[in-house]
């Protein structure tokens, strides 16, 4: 065999082990896409519960669902973001914060966000954390009593907090977004849902384009 | 030997390399596919045996230009030890060697089998299998061609 002629056979196969890979993953995305897409009109009843945070006016038509866990970095990066998405289309989006705490220790904390929400100091409380998450999360593990010490100035009744993160009511949501979360197959966080189309290529501009396509559909 | 054997014999050779290189590069773009695009996510001994499958891509490429006779000595020690860690894991996903003695922490499960062609082919036996084929085809190659060049 020719020097040149191996040199042919060898590039073609690696031209065509990245082509056939192109063309399997769009194959496979796209049954995914039709898939997901069938079987989440279903559930939809697992994507909001009455009890979930919410921000942003209810009437609005475009709702973004996000299971979040308060020690994820992602999820941090993104929440400013996802401001600015409800901010460009005032009026028009809402967001429903779902928890699925998957670092360990992170429920703790999920329940704190909790018993500051029965202050009304949720937002403020999860953005605290957001900003000092390397004053609690020590080795992808959420250290609960360190965060603590960051609540001060948020305006929160430390002692009330105290009992009501306790509370088993507080546990059962954290249960049942847990449970929810399986069933919708959201098995990463930030998990994103626009109007109960879940965000199946992860990246901000993807997000970006979600929000913007229901928004464009439901404010023609 | 005439000069026409000994150029079979470099043919002959320079095909298994480029065997040995499609089964490495199968591997490669397989493996890939299942964690980027399926979004299985690898456990510990998945990434062990990725370690040593990755760069047999690459030695198997660099070595084909033009044949190194000598391939063998530095690609058949990661095969063994990938194919160790390959059977390993099969082991472990029989239930030979019982979970508590996996080393995976962490909530990723090394002994949760969460793919199976055509119902009972798993990500293990895939692994095997590659190694051991490129296992083979070496030791042929050092069969067939190293000795004939005595």
């Known amino acids: 065999m020719k020097k040149n002629k191996k040199n042919t056979i060898v590039v073609f196969t690696g031209v065509m082990f990245v082509i056939l890979f192109a063309i399997a993953a769009t194959v496979y995305n796209d049954k995914k896409n039709s898939d997901i897409n069938n079987s989440f009109l279903e559930k939809s009843e697992h994507l909001q519960r009455d009890y979930s945070p919410r921000k942003g006016p209810r009437h609005a038509k475009v709702t973004i669902v996000e299971f979040f866990d308060p020690a994820c970095g992602t999820c941090s990066a993104f929440h400013p973001f996802v401001k600015q998405l409800m901010k460009d289309n005032r009026g028009k989006v809402n967001l429903v914060m779902r928890y699925l705490p998957l670092h360990s220790g992170s429920d703790v904390v999920v329940s704190i966000l909790e018993a500051a929400r029965l202050q009304n100091r949720f937002w403020q409380t999860l953005e605290r954390a957001y900003k000092r998450r390397d004053a609690w999360i020590v080795n992808h593990t959420a250290k609960p009593e360190m965060f603590w010490r960051q609540l001060g100035g948020l305006g929160l009744d430390l002692e009330r907090l105290k009992i009501d993160m306790q509370s088993p009511d507080i546990a059962k949501r954290i249960q049942q977004d847990l449970a929810d979360a399986k069933e919708l197959q959201v098995r990463k966080t930030p998990g994103f849902f626009v109007n109960g189309k879940p965000l199946i290529n992860f990246g901000d501009k993807q997000l970006k384009k979600l929000v913007e396509s229901e928004v464009k559909e439901n404010y023609p | ?150």
């Not at chain 2, 000069?3 to 290189?21: M, V």
């Not at chain 2, 299985?40 to 190194?68: E, G, H, N, T």
């Not at chain 2, 089998?113 to 798993?122: R, S």
Request: charged share 15%; hydrophobic share 55%.
């Open chain 2, 1 to 150: 030997m005439t000069q026409e054997t000994k150029k079979t014999a470099t043919q002959r050779g320079w095909i298994l390399i480029f065997l040995c290189w499609l089964i490495a590069m199968a591997a490669l773009f397989g493996s890939l596919f299942m964690s980027e695009v399926m979004g299985l996510k690898p456990c510990l001994l998945c990434w062990y045996q990725r370690i040593f499958i990755y760069p047999l891509a690459i030695l198997f490429l660099v070595a084909m230009f033009s044949l190194d006779r000598s391939v063998i000595r530095y690609t058949l020690p990661l095969a063994i030890i990938g194919w160790g860690f390959a059977v390993y894991h099969h082991l472990l996903y029989v239930g030979f060697i019982p979970e508590s003695l996996q080393p995976c922490g962490e909530d990723l499960s090394c002994a949760e089998i969460n793919l199976e062609l055509m119902g009972f082919i798993t990500i293990p036996m895939l692994s095997i299998f590659s190694y051991s084929v490129i296992i083979i085809l070496l030791l042929v190659f050092r069969r067939g061609f190293i000795h004939e060049e005595k």
